[in-house]
Every structure is written in structure tokens, then in C-alpha cells.
């Protein structure tokens, strides 16, 4: 009766409108002072022990050095790079929008960050050369989306503070599954672009990539340091976000100098307002993940479970289900801090991999961030494209029947997620 309430109450403030993290921290004091005997002193213990962790300090650097990104002129260059090579294809301008989003998604660590930064110039660049405006809206929604898949992810730090997960392994887990998927909606892309008999553009000389990339090589040296750095055991991954950071400020202030100094302390603003509601969104939900285990409810959840015998096969369909039907009305921080803690320990008695588990998640996330109604990329894009909400859907479903196909191929191929991370790090 109790999980019942705790879920109803949850969902019902959701409904109106209330920020998560606001109905997160009612449920929580509502649960605690009416149904439960847990003394408040604990509770205030697990608040400051829940969000001590190292690995959380990784969110707010990853967010800086995405602002600073976004608004340094990097994307402009990477669409350029991402041009140079894939132009001449079928629908080219609209595959270098694909190659874009896989290039500032393993600088930027945010999907939002990574649709602003590169839907704001590619989609005029696109409409101008005569695609459709639907077109162009659903290859950067979707594919903005990578942006929580490929490493750094943002999302992946926050499934390892519910879970006590490997940061690096789910680093090193999301590579190989966020370049799949980035192919995958290439594809789909040039497919469309090829049937429809959309535009090309001339085939760029030697020289003319090589100079695209120069101009793009600060950017695209951010993946090596980060990843460079985690896998050659450099840097923790927290470590690297700093690194990011400070890196991602000297290349938009002193080496392209699209940013000036009078506009740093906006970005620092904007970051630290984002960085602080994320982190108001996870103490309440440490506080909820704690609340629940106190009641025994995930452990009542996991046994009910297992006594049906549903197996892992069945037991991930629902998971996928359930997450899917979960991103229609919660953002994928929410979503993780919330469900994680009660599916992972059902997870780990069927033998799923902790790792994978959490590649899984994700997938989904990306998933939900593409379909309404409270997909936040198509937000992001209806903003930037100036398309309705019931427009976009329509426009994204190639790309999103695209993903969904993708998530059932990672879900029941695990060596898809485990491979690289067992290379590097060992069983």
C-alpha cells in the first residue's frame, strides 16, 4: 500500500505541471512525516552521504565546458570538417548534420546543448539549399540525441551515482553503441535523401578537408584529451570533466575567440543555474531511493519479479518498456535517478551485466528525448525550427523507428556494450 501511495502521489504531481524536482522533494516529505518510521536524523545523514560523491562534481564541469562550446564557435567548425567529408553524398548536408551531432556529442556531454549547437546553423544552411524544413528538424532532433550516448555523458555520471557504477566503464560502454547509432541514422538519412532526390554538394578536394580540419582541430582534440585520458588512466572521469572545462574556455577565449571575456561570466551564470537545479533534482532523489529501500519496496519489486519468471529476456522487454513509456512524461535525468535504483538490483539478480544495464538505460533516454510529449529535444528544435510539436513527431519517425530498432539490437547484445570496456579495464 505504501509503494502504491508513494508512486500515485509521485505521478499525480507530475501531472500538474510541477517541476520533477519540486514533486520529487513532496513525495519524499509527504512519505516521511505520514508513512514511514524512519527517524529524520537518517535521513539527514543519507542527504549529505548520497551527494558527496566524487563522480557527482563531474556534473557541473561537463556543463561548463558544454556552454563554453556551444557558444565558442566550435559546432561552425565541425559542421564545416563534417562538410568536407560527407557533402557529395545524397542528401550531404543533412549526413555532415549526422557526422556534426556524433562530433560535438563527444565534447558537449548534452543532448539540448548538442541540438541547439548544431540545429542553429545547419537547419538555414539546409532550408537554403532546398531540403524541406521537416527534413532537416527530424536528422538534428534525433541525432542531437547522441549527445547522452557518446561519451562524455552527463546522464551516464548520474546512472553511476544511483547505481555505484564504473563511470570509465560506462564511458568506454557508450562508444562503441554511440557510433553504431550514429551510422545507423546516417543511413537512414542518405536512404530518405537518395529516394527523395535531394541536393548534393560538389566533392571537396584534399585540400579543402585538410584545411576544415585544421580549422576544426581544437575541437575535436577535446575527444582525445577526455577520452585519451580516461582510458590511458591519466584522469578519474571527474578529473577529466574539469579538464574539459578549463580546456574548452582557453580554445573559445584565446584560440578561436568567438567568446570574449565579458561574455564568460554569462556562461558561468547559465551553467551554474543549469548544475544547480540538476543537483537539486538529485539530492531529492537520493532521498526517494533511500525512502523506498527503507520500505523494502525495489526488494518486494525485484522478488515479485522473479517469482514470475519472467527471465532476463522478459524481464529487459518490460524494462524497455516501461523506460519508454516513462520518457512520454520525465526527462532523462529523472528518470535514472528514479527508476534505476528500483530495476538494478532486479537487474543484477538476473545476471545483467551492471554495465550494459546502464547502456540500456540511456538508449532509452535518447529515445524519450525524441518523442512527445515531453520529448526535450523536440522542445529544443520546436524552438529552433519554429515547428509545432505534432509537426516534428511526424517528422522524426524514420530516425526514431531507426533508434528503436537499435535499442532491441543492444538489449539483447550485450558484447555491443561490454566489448571495449572489458578491453580496456579487464572482466
Not at 520546436?382 to 510539436?389: N, P, R
Request: charged content about 10%.
Amino acid at each position: 500500500m505504501n509503494s502504491l501511495f508513494i508512486f500515485v502521489l509521485l505521478v499525480v504531481l507530475m501531472l500538474t505541471g510541477m517541476p520533477i524536482s519540486i514533486a520529487l522533494g513532496l513525495t519524499v516529505l509527504s512519505f516521511l512525516f505520514t508513512m514511514t518510521d524512519v527517524p529524520v536524523q537518517a535521513v539527514a545523514l543519507k542527504l549529505f552521504t548520497g551527494i558527496e560523491k566524487f563522480e557527482i562534481m563531474a556534473i557541473p564541469f561537463f556543463i561548463l565546458a558544454g556552454n563554453f562550446l556551444t557558444h565558442g564557435g566550435v559546432a561552425r567548425r565541425m559542421i564545416e570538417f563534417a562538410t568536407s567529408m560527407v557533402g557529395h553524398w545524397h542528401g550531404g548536408l543533412a549526413l555532415s548534420g549526422v557526422l556534426a551531432c556524433a562530433l560535438f556529442a563527444a565534447v558537449s556531454g548534452s543532448s539540448p546543448a548538442t541540438v541547439v549547437a548544431i540545429g542553429s546553423i545547419l537547419l538555414p544552411a539546409m532550408l537554403k539549399q532546398g531540403y524541406p524544413k521537416s527534413f532537416g528538424a527530424g536528422v538534428v532532433t534525433t541525432s542531437g540525441a547522441l549527445g547522452i550516448l557518446i561519451p562524455p555523458s552527463i546522464v551516464m555520471v548520474m546512472y553511476s551515482v544511483s547505481t555505484n557504477t564504473s563511470v570509465g566503464k560506462l564511458f568506454m560502454a557508450g562508444v562503441i553503441p554511440g557510433l553504431m547509432l550514429a551510422f545507423l541514422l546516417g543511413l537512414t538519412t542518405w536512404v530518405l535523401a537518395r529516394k527523395r532526390n535531394y541536393p548534393r554538394m560538389p566533392r571537396a578536394s584534399f585540400a579543402e578537408r585538410w584545411r576544415a580540419f585544421q580549422r576544426s582541430v581544437w575541437g575535436l582534440l577535446l575527444i582525445v584529451v577526455v577520452i585519451g585520458g580516461i582510458y590511458s588512466g591519466m584522469f578519474t572521469p571527474t578529473e577529466a570533466a574539469a579538464v574539459s572545462a578549463v580546456y574548452a574556455f582557453l580554445i573559445a577565449v584565446f584560440v578561436y575567440k568567438d567568446l570574449t571575456i565579458r561574455q564568460v561570466p554569462k556562461v558561468l551564470l547559465d551553467s551554474a543555474s543549469m548544475s544547480a537545479m540538476l543537483l537539486y533534482i538529485i539530492t531529492n532523489a537520493v532521498l526517494f531511493s533511500f525512502l523506498m529501500t527503507s520500505e523494502g519496496i525495489p526488494q518486494a519489486m525485484a522478488a515479485s519479479i522473479m517469482d514470475m519468471g519472467l527471465g532476463m529476456v522478459g524481464f529487459l522487454l518490460v524494462v524497455n518498456l516501461l523506460l519508454l513509456l516513462a520518457g512520454n512524461v520525465m526527462e532523462p535525468s529523472s528518470i535514472v535517478l528514479i527508476m534505476a535504483p528500483i530495476l538494478f538490483p532486479v537487474a543484477i539478480a538476473l545476471g545483467v551485466d551492471p554495465v550494459h544495464f546502464g547502456i540500456i538505460m540511456v538508449v532509452n533516454m535518447e529515445i524519450g528525448m525524441c518523442h512527445p510529449p515531453v520529448g526535450l529535444n523536440l522542445y529544443v528544435a520546436s524552438g529552433i525550427t519554429k515547428m509545432g510539436i505534432t509537426e516534428l513527431t511526424i517528422a522524426v519517425l524514420p530516425w526514431l523507428m531507426t533508434m528503436i530498432g537499435f535499442l532491441f539490437l543492444v538489449t539483447y547484445v550485450p558484447q555491443i556494450s561490454l566489448w571495449l570496456p572489458r578491453l580496456v579495464f579487464g572482466s
